[in-house]
């Protein structure tokens, strides 16, 4: 049994993915719960995470060691797992201080922490890196460059893997993770797929910032999870080996999160709408230019070290209405 550290782990990504580790490992939860977004879920996911973790509602930025050693039995933690940050893109753009506090400071202080202590580290990156290649191709690690991002929010998570790039050689292992639309129970409410749901049960016009042709690279929530706690346990028998084998040559280490088949907004409009058996109605609004025209991720690398596991996109979503259909009106 190993101790594991959580950063925002009354997140999304976080509320799923500690029960899964807890069957084996011990948990401490990290988050602060700042408002960047589905508050209204906090408590549904703090209740989901209480029974398997300890949990810290502490700003990352004040990583106490000694706060840290009490909370696990046995000392400090044996991986940390960041997935804290304030996601989305257009909200970046209004927000810019708050997201480079809390995505680009606050992941200096999780690698600074490793780095003191000694701890190997997964690191939560993100699809936005690579801009709109994803529309045209499937990207693989290698190809994100920095050119063409978007939004601040996409410029806030490249800027911290280029400082890790810079300090590695001070570092333990580090893995950087590149998640591509996660979607699924207990998700983030600004999402497509969770607004046009909701949306649509109050009987509401869809609003679509451009047209349906858009693709998304979704990937299921499950299925996130199955690969990083797969990724947990490779990073805690041997994370030199992992950051050896997903090393690009620039010379940080970095695998996406993705099924490696998009699917058109149209295609997610037709099956909220038959789960939900509503007729819908879109109103399409200017595209912004913050938002990716697309996103494809390549599962290659991924798949080389992990057996591949694929929620097929219509039970997904299946799964989602289910469980969004428990919730309070």
């Known amino acids: 049994m190993a101790n594991i550290l959580v950063t925002g782990g009354l997140g999304f990504v976080g509320s799923h993915l500690i029960p899964k580790l807890a069957e084996v490992h011990s948990v401490v939860a990290f988050d602060h719960g700042t408002p960047a977004y589905g508050t209204g879920l906090t408590p549904l996911r703090k209740s989901v995470v209480r029974p398997h973790a300890a949990i810290c509602e502490t700003d990352i930025l004040n990583l106490d060691p000694g706060h840290l050693g009490q909370l696990f039995a046995s000392g400090l933690p044996d991986l940390i797992i960041h997935l ?112 046009f749901a909701q949306r649509l049960l109050q009987g509401l016009p869809i609003r679509v910032f451009g047209d349906l042709d858009t693709q998304r690279d979704f990937t299921y929530i499950n299925d996130a999870v199955y690969y990083l706690s797969s990724l947990v346990e490779a990073m805690l028998s041997d994370p030199g080996d992992v950051v050896t084998q997903f090393k690009l040559d620039g010379g940080r280490s970095v695998v996406n999160i993705c099924n490696g088949q998009p699917e058109q907004l149209t295609s997610l409009v037709e099956l909220l709408a038959s789960e939900l058996d509503v007729d819908p109605k879109v109103e399409f609004l200017p595209r912004s230019e913050l938002d990716l025209r697309g996103t494809f991720g390549d599962p290659r690398n991924l798949h080389s070290l992990i057996t591949p596991q694929q929620t097929q996109f219509a039970d997904g979503i299946h799964e989602f209405c289910t469980w969004l259909r428990t919730l309070p009106a």
């Open 84 to 195: 804290a940050a304030w996601p989305g893109v257009r909200s970046s753009l209004e927000q810019q201080d708050a997201y480079f506090r809390n995505n680009v400071l606050a992941s200096q202080q999780v690698l600074a922490f490793a780095r003191d202590y000694k701890v190997p580290t997964i690191m939560t990156s993100s699809s936005s890196v690579y801009g709109d290649r994803g529309q045209y191709e499937s990207c693989r690690e290698e190809d994100a460059n920095g050119y063409g991002l978007r939004s601040p929010y996409a410029v806030s998570k490249w800027i911290t893997e280029c400082w890790y790039e810079a300090i590695a050689s001070t570092l333990p292992p580090v893995l950087f993770v590149r998640p591509f639309t996660l979607y699924g129970p207990l998700g983030r409410p600004d999402m497509a797929y969770f607004s």
